[in-house]
């Protein structure tokens, strides 16, 4: 751990970028992760680091998602299982969903570090290694997934997924959720429902509205669904960057 003054005002930024340096160090991380996350930190600026009202409203909706699925699961890659390990258990604790490993720059040994990361921070169960399915439309090592994990999944929450996996993903008839801080990129755009914000924040802000809708009932969770409109959310989180001050 580094000493971040709490008074520097860039200090959860500077933060979360250590918990990735970490995770390199440790073999979680790929290295091609720290470039990923300084992309999404530039659209962070921007967005003012903070969850703007379109990206609440589709972490809601995707709450509701979660919670109406018959199979939820949750994929995890090398920069998610650095920066939220324990949000995302908590998440799939709240939505009763799966944990998969899924890698982009897929190794045997980075799914087990980052599987035995997981299950230090309160996982009991990590899918990823048995790789016994593949996604239609992408080449053989990007398209390996669990049968009975991502592949047999109704919804599936990727953050900073890559552009021809999530379109691959979207179509396989799946309800897609995308975590990712940039809006013009491809992965969100294809998303059923995409998450312009920051993996730190939006996980445990869907797990906050897994608790409030806990309680309700099918039709209540399928109109939040409905009502949701995804090019709108796209379309307000690019509005925000464009007329950032910052
Ligand atoms: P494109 O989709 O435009 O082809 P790309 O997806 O190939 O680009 P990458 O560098 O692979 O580009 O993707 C990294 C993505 O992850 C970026 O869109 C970036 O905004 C996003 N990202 C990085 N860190 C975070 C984070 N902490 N939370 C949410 N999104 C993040
Ligand atoms: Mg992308």
Known sequence: EVDVPESHPRYHSLLTRHRIEAGVETGITSQQGLIAQGRGEAFDYLLGEETIPSADRAARTAAAALLRADKPVLSVNGNVAALVPEETVALANAVDADIEVNLFNRTE?????????????????VKGLTA????????????????????????????????????????MDKTEIVIDLNPLSRSPQVASIPIIDNVVRAIPNITEHAHDLKS????????????FDADTALREAERTIRESDN
């Open 109 to 125: 040994k980075r799914i087990e570090r980052i599987a035995d990361h997981l299950g230090a921070h309160g996982a009991e169960e």
């Open 132 to 171: 016994d399915a593949r996604i239609p439309g992408i080449d053989h090592e990007r398209a390996k997934v669990d049968s009975d994990g991502i592949y047999s999944a109704d919804v599936v929450v990727v953050p900073l997924e890559d552009g021809d996996r999530a379109e691959a993903l979207g179509e």
């Open 216 to 227: 309700r009932s099918e039709p209540g969770l399928h109109s939040i669904i409905e009502e």
